[in-house]
């Protein structure tokens, strides 16, 4: 019961965040410097993910090679799902080939 209790509450507060925004600034747009702030956070977040999720275990190569094929390709303006599907792919098919 105390976690759903605790989900409640946080899926409630990020509510109160998200809604916060739009209340606050009304009809007012975000000064530049904040909008390029704004647009790093959801790569800072994914590479905060990526270091959490490859960094706490015995390393595995072929998870990395795709994580760095999905990488790259994003890098270079291949739409993000086809991106992921190529880094999923590789990681399958080195696994399989290397055993």
Excluded: F
Excluded at 29 to 46: N, S, T
Excluded at 71 to 96: E, F
């Amino acid at each position: 019961m105390k976690v759903w209790l605790a989900a409640l509450a946080v899926a409630v507060v990020n509510w109160l965040m998200k809604a916060g925004g739009p209340l606050l600034m009304g009809e007012r747009r975000l000064p530049p410097a904040a909008v390029r702030v704004v647009a790093l956070i959801a790569p800072v977040l994914l590479a905060g993910l990526i270091v959490t999720e490859l960094g706490g275990k015995r390393l595995d190569w072929t998870q990395l090679a795709g994580v760095g094929t999905a990488g790259i390709l994003s890098v270079l303006r291949v739409p993000l799902l086809v991106a992921v599907a190529a880094g999923i792919i590789l990681t399958a098919a080195a696994r399989l080939l290397l055993g």
